[in-house]
């Protein structure tokens, strides 16, 4: 008796087979063979529903490969189109449910060059991702995620052009709110200040108010930093100065502030 086998010709295959191929190659670190069949589908397959996820993950297994030469250009080729960054792909909780093609292009570019050393170029991507395409998200933790890394690659990229002042300013713009990882940095830039404590204390006195759109923000401006301060415990709409102040003193910001022995 023979065993019979039937196997699709390569032809055959469907857009949904050449995606999970794909998806399999990528998982077993085979990214020359991920590439290749995510590929098929952005040369051929330009109108099916899984060409925008293809489109990136081509981008995305040349990267994880190393393969700039190729990575580079398939990038910028996802910022040159028309993807949509609110497309909905599914997610759960900790996961974003929007596509956000475009930060994570940007996103990715600057991981390149900070990785090939060219900082000035990685600085631009990671100012496109901040600016021109803000990471989308309704989950705080995953949000919290995206801007330690964001705050933490100003500092580096800052650093490494010579703007030692911008990175500390943007390490503080997030500092009231910041992770661990954040403050263990700041800590650096601020070990370095005298009196640190006591100007921030006199900044505290001073909290400013800034209208914009139907919303009034308020922020301390600290060593050349905007750092931007809640509500308080206040549920009533109004700004409670007091409570803020109270809430400020609580945080791991301040914490840290009274640790330090300058």
Known sequence: MTFIVTVKSYSQKTVREYFDDGITYAGNEDYQNAASSFKYIVDNHPKDSLYPLALYNVAYVYAAGEDYMNAIPSYERILASDLKEDDLIGGDIMASPYANYKYKASRDLCRIYIAKEDYEKALEYLIL????????????????SNETELALNYALLYEKTGHKDKAREKLLSYALNGTE?????L????????????????????????????????????????????????????????????????????????????
């Open 181 to 185: 990882r954040i403050l263990d940095e």
């Open 129 to 144: 991702s901040d600016e021109k395409y803000p990471y989308i998200h309704f989950c705080a933790n995953k949000g919290c």
């Open 187 to 262: 800590k650096i830039y601020l070990s370095e200040e005298k009196d640190v404590k006591a100007k921030f204390d006199r900044s505290l006195k001073a909290i400013e108010s800034e209208k914009k759109d139907d919303y009034t923000n308020y922020f301390i401006t600290f060593l050349g930093a905007k750092m931007y301060v809640g509500w308080g415990d206040d549920t009533s709409g109004v700004f409670d100065k007091k409570q803020a102040i109270k809430d400020i003193k609580r945080s791991d910001f301040y914490k840290m502030l009274e640790a330090l022995k300058n």
